[in-house]
């Protein structure tokens, strides 16, 4: 089963979004997170399991858009599951932190939602390139009938 991607099936925002994100989150395991930083007041085991999870996120993600092959639709489904969801922990974590510590203005309402509604995107665009995995399975089974 060699199904090629069509070439404009790759979205430039999510691959700058990846890329960035990456590069964030290896500089961060390099040099630590920023003082004073929400990532800095974070604990130190939530702290690593999001840059583990945003990390293979966005490397399995930008192997799984370049892949010519169906498996390429798998790998990069799951990347997106990983960055949502570690989106969607970072963003409460940060909401939680912000209430914890009574610090309520405009970070608070962009601060901690902003996160999460992007991982939520990620993960919207994890369940569109599942359903594409779906259809291709479905032609597959047509064709072998």
């Known amino acids: 089963m060699k199904a090629t991607k069509e070439k404009t099936r790759h979205d430039p925002f999510e691959v700058v979004l990846c890329a960035v994100f990456g590069a964030s989150m290896l500089l961060q395991c390099v040099y630590g997170p920023p003082p004073d930083s929400a990532t800095a007041a974070m604990p130190s085991g939530l702290r690593t399991l999001w840059l583990v999870l945003m990390l ?63 991982g939520v995107a990620f993960l919207w665009k994890r369940r569109q390139v599942l359903q594409d995995v779906r259809t291709l399975h479905a032609v597959k089974v047509r064709e072998a009938s």
Do not use: M
């Not at 192997?63 to 169906?70: C, D, E, K, T, Y």
């Not at 390429?72 to 909401?95: H, M, P, R």
């Not at 510590?101 to 970070?107: E, H, P």
């Open 56 to 118: 293979i996120g966005c490397a399995t993600t930008l192997v799984g858009l370049f892949a010519r092959h169906v498996w390429g639709y798998l790998i990069e489904q799951v990347g997106l599951g990983a960055l949502g969801w570690s989106l969607v922990a970072f963003g409460a974590q940060l909401l939680l932190l912000q209430l914890e510590n009574r610090s309520l203005g405009t970070a608070t309402f962009l601060g901690g939602p902003l996160p999460i509604a992007l």
